[in-house]
C-alpha cells in the first residue's frame, strides 16, 4: 500500500533560523512528488512538482529535493509570513495520490 | 472570478438535514475532485470526475453524492450525516484526463467546514 509520511509533525522556528522538512514515500513507481501550502482557513497552494531523484526546485526562501525515499523542503532563512502546513504528496504508476499529514511550520519574529 | 470557488463557506446541519455543497473552477481543467480534510490526518481522496465522469469512487458512504453537471461545476450532495463526517470539504481542479489525472498539480478551493450536529 502506498505511504506518504512527513516529519516532523510540527516545527517551531526562530526568524532567520534555517530548518528542513521531510517527505518520506512508498509508492509503488513514483511518477511526481508535490508540494503545498496550506493558511489557516484556506485549501492547500501548489508549491513544486519533482519527477525523478536528483531533481531540485526553488521558490523564493524553499527548496525541494528528491531522492529514491524521500523529498525534502528546505527554509532558508524564513520570515513569519512562511509559517503555514506544508503537505506532501506522491503519485504512482497505479495512478494513486497519496498525501502526507502535513507539517506546521511557526516562524516567530 | 478566478481559481476554484466552494460554498457555503461554512455548513451546520442536523443528522436528518439535506444540504448540497458547491465548487466551481474559472481555470478550464478537465478533472475535479473532492476531499475530505480532518485534523492531522491526510488528506483523503472520496470522488474524481475526469471530462464530467466519475473515474474514482474511493468506498465512500452512500450518504455523499457527487454531481458533475458539467467541467467547470462540482457537487457534493449530503444526507443522513453522522457526526463523524464533521470536517473540512475541500475541492480541486486539474488538467489532464485518465492516468494524467494524478500527475498534475490541484488547485485547491478554500472548502467547506462542515459540522454535523
Known amino acids: 500500500e502506498d505511504q506518504v509520511t512527513q516529519s516532523p509533525e510540527a516545527l517551531r522556528l526562530q526568524e532567520g533560523e534555517s530548518s528542513s522538512l521531510n517527505c518520506s514515500y512508498t509508492?509503488?513507481?513514483?511518477?511526481?512528488l508535490f508540494w503545498y501550502r496550506q493558511d489557516p482557513g484556506k485549501g492547500p497552494e501548489f508549491l513544486f512538482t519533482l519527477y525523478s531523484a536528483g531533481e531540485e526546485k526553488e521558490k523564493e526562501r524553499l527548496k525541494a529535493t528528491l531522492t529514491k525515499k524521500e523529498s525534502f523542503l528546505h527554509i532558508t532563512a524564513p520570515k513569519p509570513e512562511d509559517s503555514a502546513t506544508y503537505l506532501c504528496a506522491a503519485s504512482s504508476n497505479d495512478y494513486k495520490l497519496s498525501f502526507g499529514a502535513g507539517t506546521t511550520v511557526t516562524v516567530r519574529a | 472570478e478566478t481559481g476554484v470557488t466552494q460554498t457555503p463557506r461554512h455548513l451546520v446541519m442536523g443528522m436528518t438535514n439535506k444540504k448540497s455543497l458547491k465548487c466551481e473552477q474559472h481555470?478550464?481543467?478537465?478533472?475535479m475532485y473532492w476531499y475530505k480534510q480532518s485534523a492531522k490526518k491526510p488528506l483523503e481522496l472520496m470522488f474524481v470526475?475526469?471530462?464530467?465522469?466519475?473515474?474514482e469512487n474511493n468506498s465512500v458512504p452512500s450518504r455523499f453524492s457527487p454531481e458533475c453537471p458539467n467541467s467547470s461545476h462540482l457537487f457534493l450532495h449530503l444526507h443522513t450525516l453522522q457526526p463523524e463526517d464533521s470536517a473540512l470539504y475541500l475541492c480541486?481542479?486539474?488538467?489532464?484526463?485518465?492516468?494524467?489525472?494524478?500527475?498534475?498539480?490541484?488547485?485547491f478551493g478554500n472548502g467547506t467546514r462542515l459540522t454535523v450536529t
Open positions: 470526475y475526469s471530462l464530467e465522469e466519475r473515474v
Open positions: 509508492v509503488s513507481g513514483l511518477r511526481g
Open positions: 480541486a481542479s486539474s488538467q489532464g484526463t485518465g492516468g494524467g489525472t494524478y500527475n498534475s498539480p490541484l488547485h
Open positions: 481555470l478550464g481543467h478537465n478533472a
